[in-house]
T-cell receptor
């Protein structure tokens, strides 16, 4: 069975500062990892995903994430955030079954 | 053009009523899903269908019944609504090439259900 832990429920940050949103997973099989973003009152949208290959994955809107198998982590980073990045961010894992298992989400709040 | 659409966007109803939420995708995808997001933003899969066939049926009360008239539509009917059913319900779809669990899922805007 897979599970996902997002350690931070909220991350406040000032505009143009860097940010890291943490995600740890557990799985007994090979995993596929995803980051989704949910803007207020909208559905989820894929930011990036790791299936195989290079452990550094680049996504939309300047986000990137690094798959670290030894630390079972898939942290999301952005070097300089914008007000419009304010949203809920979900890490998700799949593998072995047809379903995505989501973390509890991290609320990124960007202040001017 | 809207890729995954849901109707209605908001649904306020009394306990004990029966209601339906409709979902349509115009992406040509084979697989569709229903998720429930609670007040704490926790997102959990309820059902998935592949080409009108039920694939995933999580531990959901049998008051919830999905129906897929064709592969572009997946509707959710809820009988005897309870207070605890209040949540945001998201429909999603994906194209299954090799395995469903590698594919990107495309989400609808959600249906906000409030049971009074």
């Amino acid at each position: 069975a897979q599970s996902v832990t997002q350690l931070d429920s909220q991350v406040p940050v000032f505009e143009e500062a860097p940010v890291e949103l943490r995600c740890n997973y557990s799985s007994s099989v090979s995993v596929y990892l995803f980051w989704y973003v949910q803007y207020p009152n909208q559905g989820l949208q894929l930011l990036l995903k790791y299936l195989s290959g290079s452990t550094l994955v680049k996504g939309i809107n300047g986000f990137e994430a690094e798959f670290n198998k030894s630390q079972t982590s898939f942290h999301l980073r952005k070097p300089s955030v914008h007000i419009s990045d304010t949203a809920e961010y979900f890490c998700a894992v799949s593998g072995g079954t047809d379903k995505l298992i989501f973390g509890t989400g991290t609320r990124l709040q960007v202040f001017p | 053009d809207t890729a995954v659409s849901q109707t209605p966007k908001y649904l306020v109803t009394q306990m004990g009523n029966d209601k339906s939420i409709k979902c349509e995708q115009n992406l040509g995808h084979d697989t569709m899903y229903w998720y429930k997001q609670d007040s704490k933003k926790f997102l959990k899969i309820m059902f998935s269908y592949n080409n009108k066939e039920l694939i995933i049926n999580e531990t959901v009360p049998n008051r919830f019944s999905p129906k897929s008239p064709d592969k572009a539509h997946l509707n959710l009917h809820i009988n005897s609504l309870e207070l605890g059913d209040s949540a945001v319900y998201f429909c999603a779809s994906s194209q299954v090439k090799d395995t469903a669990y590698q594919e990107t899922q495309y989400f609808g805007p959600g249906t906000r259900l409030l049971v009074l």
